[in-house]
């Protein structure tokens, strides 16, 4: 598995997981069954600071976890693949050994719930990603006589699902990701971000030239606005922070909604809405995650979660189908979208300044949390490129500002309009692995947003 | 599963040989881990789940140029393969670095976290044992709608063999054996959901089965879920500018964001502006600025015996001691290792850290303590007329500068005269970091000082999450803009 770069490639993975599935498979014992899910990442990344590196390098990385089934009593582990086949075979021995051991003191799950009926997919979007020194230099030529600061990663993400049954599934892309600020000086910076599976010259040229363009409207004096409320434009990448709080805390999950503790209890209890403009839906047919989860279980191309303002339906994983008595939809333990869609609008996109006519331009908003989780009380900050427009002009940069407002209110009462372009907004997390996540969302106006700080 | 690949002298070896000697700095660290999380959720037992990682970051400093490659392929081709591909990050990275200041430290030793009591005295069953038996302390009400309990080991060895073109060697074994416990239970009724939690964000060290008793694990379930219900009846938290007394597990907190982070000299030289953020100190301010109150006194402490982040080395192998950050109010040390210390020419400690094999390092807050005061906690309860006393934080924001903040409680308890006078939920306050620690206005002593820690704090790109550790007493704070939840 040696790649022409000198550590191992990818191109084999998929065949890999299959032999180690297989041999796993033909170690059983008895009636057990084997759910087995590998992930992993060949990476190229490049991380920059005033248009310098600050650290480069290459993350080669598979890891194989497996679920050890017996009747109704399973325990769950994982390793590191080394990719070399005597060393794996051995460790997933080891493993199987631990986890017979382990699950002789377990009782029966009432919750286990895997899927029975194998179906195999296969989904590979290969992509043309320049080599590491040629992105560098075309990097590098974009921050001459700037101040860049950011990261590139480029290369080959994969996952797989496979089960003693014969069930395989599959999902691997090459892609490039530069997540990048045009700093202008202190927290005065424009962000972007340019992804994809084909590096094209052209489309990098023109995101460079947005972000010079922004950053030329932060040199104007910044102003600092006093608490209060104020007629705002959430740009998507606004809406992204507003939309993957309600997703990381439940709203769209089915343990949470049963637990009480998603943070739209209101529209459970109180029969509260959003606004009939906001519809919002798991859109795995248009996102870039893998449509298979870690029980074997296939998602559905879209499940809607919110429809004109009212719930729909909520994600279910296969542990809440079995605790709850409701069909599973794919979802993953987490039961948060991986590929979320809010559907767009109608206010002309183009416009949006001179819809706006007075009030705040938020590019991006960070670190949002609740300040009354049960009450969808959330706060957050403005960060980057936030400007006062009048007239719908930019007038100048804005300090950062500290909101605290419920979703009620920005995707409620408030919510004036949706922009009638949704963005592709690929997640740029790295933690522990690239991500597959992505969004897909429009901007939203808000006749009045409260600020505090 | 049992033979510890750090014991391996083949290992080692091959680990050794394969490092160049061509080049100015060249390092392997090993890092091998062995976990097991438990979890009982309502009473029933969640799929146990086991993780075994291993796997190598090569680092090649080299002519201006600077090299990472992560392997898990422990083969001498393997390795081979990843010094190569390191070799030619430094080749493509020459000339274009922000810094070409290459680690200097090639230092020998070792650190094993000290364990009192070993886990093969509560063994697999009894754990699950002792997990249900909590759970089922928590789960005592119809409108506890979701509770749970949960133990997390990981044992973590790390072999760091460094070498230089002059023929140094280092070689740091370090052992860690990290314990993560923790109680859950959520009380429900209509559109009020209150949230009690033990351990989370602040009960977990270093050691073995004694950690539980460190933090009365096994005493502490009935009073979770006893507060959470009590949240439910309780008002909601005033609004308005008082006193706020924050006892050790919201300190944790405030810590982290509003001395932690603005204090990383990474943040300073603006490596995660794109990410993290920046923050609002400047290197000019170090030996001069008054941060807090004369009664802030914090050191950056990784020799804390069960801290969750005392450690011997850092990744870059600098030795780690005990130092002051802030001494009397005065700011007088940045958070950055021998790196960030080169490029900023601001004076730092042992804290260069990746939260695993496949990270480079980066500036990560390690101990990161509040030193205790003369004050009982009574007499701070004592000393307010109005204000409120808020524990285990819940929530937490703050600006990309580390200065504007908002952070919120799971409990809270009014302080009238001197006098606590009942309980309120959604306590929250703001503030901002330049300031806020100026308001400092009491300091307890030893009595109520908790050595803590916090198990994943997020930063660096790639996206890293380490633990880190922080200790204080109960501090009390000045008028503070202090608020509730919607009702």
Redesign the interface.
Known sequence: MTGENGMSSLRDDQAYFDELVTTATAALVGDEVLLANVSGERTDFIRLNQSEVRQAGTIDQRTLTVDLVEGRRHVAGSIRLSGVRSIDDARIAALLVQLREQRRVVADDPFLLYNTEPTSTERIERGSIPAPDAALADIRTAGANRDLVGIYASGDTFSGFGNSLGQRNWFQSSTFNLDWCFYLRADKAAKNLYAGFEWNDDAFAAKVDWSARQVAALGRDPISLPPGEYRTYLAPRAMEEVIQLLSWHGAFGRRAHETRQTPLLKMLVEDVTLSPLVSISEDTANGVAANFQSAGFLRPDSVPLIVDGEYADTLVSPRSAQEYGVPTNGAGDAESPLSVAVSPGTLPTASVGETLGTGLFVGNLWYLNFSDQAACRTTGMTRFATFWVEDGEIVAPVDVLRFDDTAFHLLGDRLEGLTDDAEVLLDTSTYGRRSTGSARLPGAMVGAMRFVL | ?TDLLIESQTLEDRLRSVLPGDVDYASVRLVDERSERLTVRRN??E?????????VMISIWDAGG??????????E??LR??V???R??AT??AG????TAAPRNHATGTYVSPVEITWDTLP??DR?GLLQQQSRLLGIDDRI??WGASLVRRDVDQLLLTRSRVGATGRIEQRFRFVYPSLQA?A?E??????RTFGGHAFCGQGGAEVLGRYGFGDAASQVAEQALELLDAPNCPTGVMDALLAPDQMVLQIHESIGHPLELDRI???E???A??SFVTPEMFGTYQYGSELLNVTFDPTVPGQLASYAFDDDGTPAKRQHLIENGILVRGLGGAVSQERSGVPGVANSRADNW?R?PIDRMANLNVEPGASTLEELIASIEHGVYMHTNN???????RN?F?F?CEYGQRIENGEIVGVVR?P?Y?G?SSTFWRSLSGVADTDSFTVMGTPNC?KG?????IGTGHASPACKFSNIEV????A
């Open positions: 599963m029933q037992l799929p146990i789940f086991n993780q075994f990682d291993t796997g600077l090299g990472y490659a992560a392997t898990t392929d422990l083969s081709d393997g393969s990843a190569d591909r390191a030619y990050w493509v990275t274009s670095m922000v810094t697999l069953d699950i709608v979701n959520t429900n209509g559109t009020n959901t209150q949230t030289l603006g490596d502006r794109n990410y953020g920046t496949n480079p929530s937490w924001s703050i600006d990309d500068s504007k908002q919120g959604n929250g703001r901002i997020g790109e790639l996206n890293q999450m608020f509730g939840g919607e």
